[in-house]
């Protein structure tokens, strides 16, 4: 039973643009994380949140927890945002993890 | 300050051999786990600890042990590789909430 569904599963997009990813959960969470992976690469995490939004660079991380949604927005997107943008929470002791989101910026 | 450190970066395994992958970190995190990565699988727990002493399977335990004698180490062992355990695998810890991961260690076995 997959309790974390990540969209889209591809997506790419031009030097500029505005990109949203989207993660959307079915059971209660306190907190829900960002991650990010670039190709070969090694993963660090862009965001913790419990609510609202947070900010960092021309990344936008906002999530409603009564509603089980969080999305990640990127503005301005650039080739270097060229990436796999995976959302995660953690429950009874374990991190569960989407599927990612990968993501392909072109010049 | 190094954070999660992994062990070796890359190995190449024939069918049978054994070996350890590495994991220390340097943050007195309590949470240590292990994943491993493959093509449109996402990541999939293989061991956790939530303290020295104390280890518990997650969804792919088989083939794998682990032990955490110590806050800092939690290898990860491979009994005897086979093909199926090709694969990413990423060592991270946690504390607060605040989720760290090794570089991760490619493992071929052949």
Redesign the interface.
């Known amino acids: 039973k997959n309790e974390v569904e990540q969209s889209p599963q591809n997506l790419t997009a031009q030097e500029g643009e505005f990109i949203t990813i989207n993660c959307s959960y079915s059971v209660g969470i306190s907190a829900l994380h960002w991650l990010q992976q670039h190709p070969g690469g090694g993963i660090v995490s862009l965001f913790m949140l419990s609510s609202g939004k947070k900010k960092h660079g021309r990344l936008i991380a906002t999530i409603n927890i009564q509603e089980k949604h969080s999305s990640l927005h990127i503005t301005a997107s650039h080739p270097r945002d060229s990436a796999v943008y995976i959302c995660a929470f953690y429950r009874w002791g374990k991190f569960q993890f989407g599927a990612g989101t990968q993501v392909v910026v072109t010049p | 300050n190094a954070g999660v450190t992994q062990t070796p970066k890359f190995q190449v395994l024939k069918t049978g051999q054994s070996m350890t992958l590495q994991c220390a970190q340097d943050m007195n995190h309590e949470y240590m786990?292990w994943y491993r990565q493959d093509p449109?699988?996402?990541?999939r727990?293989i061991h956790?600890s939530?303290g020295a002493g104390i280890t518990?399977q997650?969804e792919v335990p088989n083939g794998y042990n682990v032990s955490r004698s110590t806050t800092e180490d939690f290898p990860l062992r491979l009994l005897s590789a086979a093909p199926s355990q090709t694969s990413v695998y990423?060592c991270?810890s946690?504390a607060t909430?605040?989720?760290?991961?090794?570089?991760?260690s490619r493992l071929t076995v052949l």
């Open positions: 786990s449109g699988m996402g990541l727990l956790y939530v518990d997650g990423f991270a946690s909430g605040e989720l760290f991961f090794g570089e991760g």
